[in-house]
C-alpha cells in the first residue's frame, strides 16, 4: 500500500474516533441528563414515602379508634339483647292472656263498671238489688282484671324500652363517631393510595432513567473497544509506515554510499588521467621547448608557440631551482 494510500487510512480512521467521541459525548449528555432526573426522582419518592407513611400512622390510628367504637357500640348492643329477650318474654304472656281472656270491649265494661259503682253508690236499693249489682261489679271486675294484667306488663314493655332506647341512644353517639372516623379513615386512605400510585410512577420513572443511564454507559464501553481498535489499525498502519520509511531511508543511505564511492573512484580516476595528461603534456612540452632551444643554439627560427613553450619550459627549470 502507497503512504498516500495509508495516509488516506489514517485520516478515514480518524474521522471515525472522531464521530464516535462526539457519540460518546452525546451519550454522556444523555447520563448527565438522566442522573440528575433520576436523583430528583429518587428525593421525590423519599418525600413521598415519607408522607405515605405519616399519613399511614394517622390512618391507622382512626382505625383503631375505629375498632375501639366498634367494641364499644357492640358491648352496649349486647345489653340491648336481654331487654329484648324479656320484651319478647313479655308478649308471649300477653298473647298468653289474651287468649284466655273473653273477646270484650275493655271502654264499655269499664264505663259499665263505673256506671254500676256510681249507682250503687248513690241509688238507695233493697238488699237483694244491691247485691245484684254487686256481683254485676265483680264480674266486670274479673272480666277487667285480664286487661289489667295485660297493662301492667305492656307497662313493663314499656319501662324496657325506655332502658332500651338509652342503650340505642349511646350505641348510635359511638355508630356517628365511628361512621364519622371511618369516614377520615377512608379519606387518608385514598390520599395515601393516590400518593402511593405518584410514587410508583415515580419509582418506575426513575428505574427506566436508571437503565438507560447504564445502557448509555454500555454504549460508551463498545464505543471504546471501537476506539482502542480504530488506534490500534491507525497504530499498525503508522508502524508499517515507519518500517517502510526506515527501509526506504537505509536503501536511500545505501544509494548514497554508492553514490559517494562512485563519485570518490571517479575522480580518483579523473584526477590520475589528468595528471597522466599533464605528464604528457610536459614530456612533449619540454621535448618542443628543448627542440626550440637547440634551434636557437644553431641559430635557427623557432615559432611563437615553441618559443612560448622554450620559455615556460624555463621557467619550469628556475623554479625547480630555487624550490
Known amino acids: 500500500m502507497t503512504e498516500k494510500q495509508n495516509q488516506s487510512q489514517i485520516s478515514n480512521i480518524n474521522l471515525q474516533i472522531d464521530k464516535l467521541k462526539e457519540t460518546i459525548r452525546e451519550n454522556n449528555d444523555q447520563i448527565k441528563k438522566s442522573i440528575e432526573k433520576r436523583d430528583e426522582l429518587h428525593e421525590k419518592v423519599r418525600k413521598s414515602r415519607d408522607e405515605i407513611n405519616q399519613i399511614k400512622a394517622e390512618r391507622d390510628v382512626l382505625n ?12 352496649v348492643r349486647v345489653n340491648v339483647s336481654p331487654i329484648m329477650t324479656e320484651i319478647n318474654a313479655i308478649n308471649e304472656k300477653i298473647e298468653t292472656l289474651k287468649k284466655n281472656m273473653p273477646r270484650i270491649n275493655v271502654k264499655e265494661i269499664k264505663k259499665q263498671h263505673e256506671d254500676l259503682e256510681f249507682r250503687i253508690a248513690t241509688t238507695t236499693m233493697d238488699v237483694h238489688e244491691e247485691k245484684r249489682l254487686i256481683d254485676q261489679v265483680k264480674e266486670l271486675e274479673i272480666q277487667l282484671s285480664g286487661s289489667k294484667k295485660i297493662d301492667v306488663q305492656h307497662k313493663k314493655i314499656k319501662a324496657l324500652l325506655e332502658h332500651r332506647k338509652t342503650f340505642d341512644q349511646q350505641a348510635d353517639v359511638y355508630h356517628k363517631e365511628l361512621t364519622e372516623v371511618a369516614k377520615k ?8 393510595m393516590e400518593k402511593v400510585n405518584v410514587m410508583k410512577r415515580e419509582r ?4 427506566s432513567l436508571h437503565k438507560a443511564f447504564i445502557n448509555y454507559k454500555e454504549q460508551n464501553n463498545q464505543i471504546y473497544d ?18 517502510q520509511y526506515q527501509s526506504r531511508r537505509k536503501e536511500d543511505d545505501q544509494r548514497r554510499k554508492e553514490y559517494d564511492e562512485r563519485r570518490k573512484q571517479e575522480d580518483a580516476k579523473r584526477q590520475q588521467e589528468q595528471a597522466e595528461r599533464q605528464a604528457k603534456e610536459k614530456v612533449l612540452k619540454d621535448k618542443i621547448g628543448g627542440e626550440a ?6 641559430g635557427e627560427k623557432v615559432s611563437w608557440d615553441e618559443f612560448a613553450l622554450m620559455l615556460g619550459d624555463e621557467s619550469d627549470d628556475k623554479s625547480e631551482t630555487q624550490a
Do not use: Y
Not at 237 to 243: Q, T
Open 204 to 207: 418506575e420513572e426513575a428505574d
Open 64 to 75: 383503631e379508634k375505629v375498632k375501639q367504637l366498634k367494641q364499644q357500640r357492640d358491648a
Open 293 to 298: 632551444r637547440e634551434k636557437l643554439n644553431r
Open 185 to 192: 379513615s377512608q379519606e387518608l386512605h385514598a390520599v395515601m
Open 226 to 243: 471501537q476506539i482502542r481498535l480504530l488506534i490500534s489499525q491507525s497504530t499498525g498502519i503508522r508502524a508499517s509506515m515507519h518500517e
